[in-house]
C-alpha cells in the first residue's frame, strides 16, 4: 500500500507563489520512478477536477488549461517526491489539493485512473 503525504499549503496573497510537496511511502515494487503521479484540486461546493500530470520516468507532462503557464510538476524519484511550483496564483486557485500515483503507464488526468491518494492540502489565495 503506497503512502502518499501533501505538505507545503498555506494562505497566499494573489500572485504569490507556493510549491506543494507530496511523499510517497510504504514504497517496495515497484519503485517510485514507475508511477504515473498527478495534482488535482478541489474548491468548495465543485467536483475534483484535474491540475497537472507527469508520466512516469517524467518523460511528459499535461497541465490543466487554468494552470498551463503558471503551474509546474516536477519529482525527484530519489527522494519519492513530487512536487507542484504554483506562481502567479488567483483567488480561483483557492482549493485543497491532492496528489495522487497511478501505476499505469502513460499520463492520467482522471481521477477515476489514480491508485493511490494523499489526504490534500489547502491552498488558500485572498485578495
Known amino acids: 500500500q503506497v503512502r502518499l503525504a501533501e505538505s507545503g499549503g498555506g494562505l497566499v496573497q494573489v500572485g504569490g507563489a507556493l510549491r506543494l510537496s507530496c511523499l510517497a511511502s510504504s514504497l517496495k515494487t515497484p519503485t517510485f520512478d514507475h508511477y504515473a503521479l498527478a495534482w488535482f484540486r478541489r474548491a468548495p461546493g465543485k467536483e475534483r477536477e484535474f491540475v497537472a500530470a507527469m508520466s512516469r520516468y517524467g518523460d511528459s507532462r499535461r497541465y490543466s488549461e487554468f494552470v498551463e503557464g503558471r503551474f509546474t510538476i516536477s519529482r525527484d524519484d530519489a527522494k519519492n517526491i513530487v512536487f507542484l511550483q504554483m506562481n502567479n496564483l488567483k483567488p480561483e486557485d483557492t482549493a485543497v489539493y491532492y496528489c495522487?500515483?497511478?501505476?499505469?503507464?502513460?499520463?492520467?488526468?482522471?481521477?477515476?485512473?489514480?491508485?493511490?491518494w494523499g489526504q490534500g492540502t489547502q491552498v488558500t489565495v485572498s485578495g
Open positions: 495522487a500515483a497511478s501505476e499505469r503507464f502513460g499520463l492520467f488526468v482522471s481521477p477515476e485512473s489514480a491508485d493511490y
